[in-house]
């Protein structure tokens, strides 16, 4: 079955470490993204990218940085710049063309990271 | 700056009522509107709208979109408790760099037996 899937389910970092959440699809989907979640809110936009070897800010990019080298990952770094970094992140694919308006953007189940 | 206004931001009702969830915004170059479900976890999609008036229906969910007013309905009829959840609207606007959404705050529902 074709999907997204994210990992670690859980992360835990100590303050001032950079990690690094892992995001792969095989849905053959051009775009991806990374959202993050507080408690209680919606999804913000962190980066995305349309295509391989480039990618875009979002809303709240500082203190975040991506890759795209191949289209089937998008990894997320949280570097110790980011000064409040727990939250619940999720990753998100979609296709411009085809069954779109039938699936959206399709997300993976996240990772919830906590600084410790 | 794109906005995404939900509300009621929660709702509790008793299983068998039918719950109206609204969703207006304000966006630049507007591609789509989509609704999800989320539950804990990763947001389940439920409809993607793209033109005025034609409502979407799956189930007891149905939704619709009002271009001019910039609105967006989603309904539940005859709730049960397992359509308790957190109810994503987004909206799709396009950029040179890409489409991408933005979301609002989200409807909590409660649906009690």
């Known amino acids: 079955d074709g999907g997204i899937t994210q990992s670690p389910k859980y992360l835990f970092r100590k303050e001032g470490q950079n990690v690094t959440l892992s995001c792969e699809q095989n849905?053959?989907?051009?775009?991806m993204y990374w959202y993050r979640q507080d408690p209680g809110q919606g999804l913000r936009l962190i980066y995305y990218s349309q295509i391989v070897n480039d990618f875009q800010k979002g809303d709240i990019a500082e203190g975040y940085s991506v890759s795209r080298e191949k289209k089937e990952s998008f990894p997320l770094t949280v570097t110790s710049a980011q000064k409040n970094p727990t939250a619940f992140y999720l990753c998100?694919?979609?296709?411009?063309?085809?069954?779109?308006?039938?699936?959206?953007?399709?997300f993976g189940s996240g990772t919830r990271l906590t600084v410790v | 700056e794109d906005k995404v206004v939900q509300s009621p931001l929660s709702l509790v009702v008793h299983e068998g009522d039918t719950v109206t969830l609204n969703c207006s915004y304000e966006?630049?170059?507007?591609?789509?509107l989509l609704w999800y479900k989320q539950e804990k976890k990763a947001p389940t999609f439920l409809f993607m709208l793209t033109s005025s008036g034609i409502e979407k229906k799956s189930g007891r969910l149905s939704s619709i979109l009002d271009k001019k007013e910039l609105f967006s309905i989603l309904n539940i009829t005859a709730t049960q408790t397992g359509d308790s959840a957190v109810y994503l609207c987004a909206v799709e606007r396009v950029k040179t760099s890409g489409s991408r959404l933005t979301f609002g705050e989200g409807t909590q529902l409660t649906v009690n037996p």
């Open positions: 849905l053959n989907h051009d775009a």
């Open positions: 998100a694919s979609s296709i411009d063309r085809g069954d779109r308006l039938r699936y959206g953007y399709t």
């Open positions: 966006v630049t170059n507007f591609r789509s």
